[in-house]
């Protein structure tokens, strides 16, 4: 049998403790200081449109052999949390004047996955907000400890991956796809929009030999789309037809400034946990682009304990 859920992570003294009850809480995990203000800017914008507030996670690791309890407060701030608490410390202070309220955790723990999992599910989070840095890799399609927090998280995971610096957001891309995880595409990019006073671009890309009956069908996934989106940010709508649906979209990507899409469903077994279209625009992309996928909570949670006693 594996660690008991509490080993997953453990808060530092100075962070130790509960956390109030909150209407809906997005945690953030941050691990560099050039993507904090982005990561958190989104957070922001998130928790904003749920009336929620923000948790910051920043996990520093530690070998297992060595009990965190054995170490005295000040030797951890000293030998541990180095540039970790710096960018906690960062990120609270780039929160202090927005209207959301903001948290932070530093946990130690061995593995980042699941200290991220193990916060999540400790402090009753509803999302969790993830970083990617674009490295080339043939065994994972985001890196190792996204790819986990993805795949596993008990809670709806957006994974964000920063493109170029832009003055502020006046478009948003949202194509049109089926299932929860646009839905939750959906929210974010209202989020956005409505924070940044953006418009939501909603699209449906489809192929060039598509079927009068498949041009319906897209019309009216666009219009449902639109309509989970609500009347609080402008919004705007349209089908097209092309040879090449993903370069297509990878091409509209770069005319915003921001571009949410809903991960592909696969099954938990296989790598591509994001899907191939996502995946791929995601690389190529020079814009921002945030990838959501929902988490049904409950059998997440069940899948959550069932790993930790593997």
Request: glycine share 6%; charged share 30%; with cysteine.
């Amino acid at each position: 049998m594996g660690d008991d859920a509490s080993a997953a992570f453990e808060a530092t003294p100075e962070e130790a403790g509960p956390l109030p009850s909150a209407n809906y809480r997005i945690a953030v995990a941050l691990d560099a200081p050039r993507n904090t203000e982005q990561l958190l800017r989104t957070a922001l914008d998130v928790a904003a449109d749920h009336d929620g507030e923000v948790l910051i996670l920043s996990v520093i690791t530690k070998e297992r052999s060595s009990p965190f309890s054995i170490f005295a407060d000040e030797f951890i701030k000293r030998e541990f949390c180095g540039d970790r608490r710096e960018i906690l410390d960062r990120a609270l202070e780039l929160g202090e004047d927005s209207s959301v309220p903001i948290r932070g955790r530093l946990l130690v723990a061995p593995d980042v996955s699941r200290a991220i999992d193990g916060a999540v599910l400790e402090f009753d989070c509803d999302a969790v907000l993830l970083g990617w840095r674009d490295r080339k890799r043939t065994e994972s399609v985001l890196g190792r400890n996204v790819d986990r927090v993805v795949t596993h998280a008990p809670c709806d995971v957006l994974v964000e991956n920063i493109g170029h610096e832009a003055d502020g957001v006046d478009r948003v891309l949202l194509p049109a796809g089926k299932g929860p995880n646009t839905t939750l595409a959906a929210e974010v990019s209202r989020a956005i929009a409505r924070a940044n006073d953006g418009v939501v671009d909603v699209c449906r890309l489809i192929d060039s030999d598509a079927t009068d009956h498949d041009r319906e069908q897209a019309h009216e996934r666009v219009r449902a789309v639109v309509e989970t989106i609500g009347a609080s940010v402008p919004v705007t709508e349209r089908v097209e037809t092309t040879d090449s649906v993903t370069d297509l979209l990878r091409q509209q990507s770069n005319e915003h400034d921001v571009t949410v899409l809903g991960a592909t469903d696969r099954t938990w077994t296989q790598r591509l946990v994001v899907g191939p279209t996502p995946e791929q625009v995601t690389q190529n992309a020079d814009s921002t682009v945030i990838i959501a996928r929902r988490s049904t909570r409950l059998s997440s949670r069940i899948r959550y304990w069932l790993r930790r006693l593997a």
